[in-house]
């Protein structure tokens, strides 16, 4: 073993084979882990040697590339310069994707991430997912509307609508909420 990874560390997934996962550690440094040792990001977890696919509804799965805590720099009011968690992503196998499941992967993700659970001297008030593709578009959530979606105080139509979806026609695909 040349590295031991805590339990928190993350790691952009490279390939994942049914018993093993190929992951980038930081700039060139690769290597592989077993995929039992790992908690797996969504659209990757179920194991393809067990005969279920992993990824049911046919979405395409996206990787995370970066994850950033930093003021918000657009200008949606909500957020308007308040510390965010910004997640960059990309299709996993760098194909075109659509609004539906840029929409899907961006709710999975910021429900599962808990924005305000970054530690550091500020807290983030909100979640930001940004698509790395030739089809972009960006996401954004305060802290509150996540917390109500989550506890299922307000529908997934009224999230939403609340959200900010920049470009909003990256999205327009989707089911209209």
């Excluded at 067990?50 to 003021?71: A, I």
């Excluded at 509150?144 to 989550?150: M, V």
Aim: with cysteine; glycine share 8%.
């Amino acid at each position: 073993m040349l590295f031991a990874a805590e339990a928190q560390d993350e790691f952009q997934i490279l390939d994942v084979q049914p018993s093993w996962v190929h992951v980038q550690i930081s700039g060139a440094s690769r290597g592989w882990i077993r995929r039992a040792d790992l908690e797996m990001p969504e659209g990757f977890a179920v194991a393809p040697a067990t005969g279920v696919n992993p990824n049911p509804l046919g979405v395409v799965s996206f990787r995370m590339t970066r994850e950033t805590v930093s003021p918000f720099r657009g200008d949606w009011q909500p957020l308007r310069g308040k510390m965010v968690k910004v997640f960059y992503v990309e299709p996993a196998a760098g194909a075109a994707t659509t609004g539906k499941e840029k929409l899907e992967f961006a709710k999975s993700l910021l429900l599962s991430k808990e924005p305000d659970a970054t530690p550091g001297a500020d807290t983030a008030q909100g979640g930001v997912v940004v698509f790395d593709s030739a089809d972009g578009g960006q996401i954004s959530a305060t802290l509150a509307d996540l917390k109500e979606l989550r506890e299922g105080h307000i529908s997934e139509a009224v999230f939403w609508h609340r959200c900010s979806l920049d470009p909003r026609d990256s999205f327009e695909d989707a089911e209209k909420p």
